[in-house]
């Protein structure tokens, strides 16, 4: 059936209190509001993530604000975020295998394989993520 990627509104993307951790990033890539990004060893740059590899799926935060290639822009890498989607409170999120998305971890997630697991928190309202990124660098096994 394969994994379930939110839907996400770039413009409800939002930094839900003042203990949010926000990091100022280049992209190396065009991204959206609301995207997990990992940092490319090959230049230092911020691309949108992928769990279909182990490099692209070391998530270290979520856009907050849209940006063009080569731009600055800001990154949610620890606390409380709306990323713009309706959670389930209390289910965990994780980078998706598809570019730039993120999925639930539920019973479908699970029933994928060659998925690399990173974690990027756990919803505590249905539009509140509590951003606590984790990379396992292991995939779901076939």
Do not use: W
């Not at 990004?37 to 090959?42: K, T």
């Amino acid at each position: 059936m394969g994994v379930v990627n939110l839907s996400i509104t770039p413009g409800d993307v939002a930094v839900e209190d003042g203990g949010t951790t926000v990091q100022s990033v280049q992209f190396g890539s065009a991204v959206t509001a609301g995207e997990p990004v990992y940092r490319s060893s090959s230049d230092g740059k911020y691309r949108p993530g992928d769990a279909s590899a182990a490099a692209t799926a070391r998530a270290i935060g979520i856009v907050y604000e849209a940006a063009d290639a080569d731009a600055y822009g800001f990154i949610v890498t620890n606390g409380s975020m709306d990323v713009g989607a309706t959670l389930v409170p209390g289910r965990a999120y994780a980078v998706s295998d598809t570019v730039g998305k993120i999925c639930a971890m539920d019973s479908n997630y699970e029933a994928e394989s060659g998925i690399f697991i990173t974690t990027l928190g756990v919803a505590v309202a249905t539009d509140q993520l509590d951003v606590r990124i984790q990379a396992y660098g292991s995939a779901i096994p076939e």
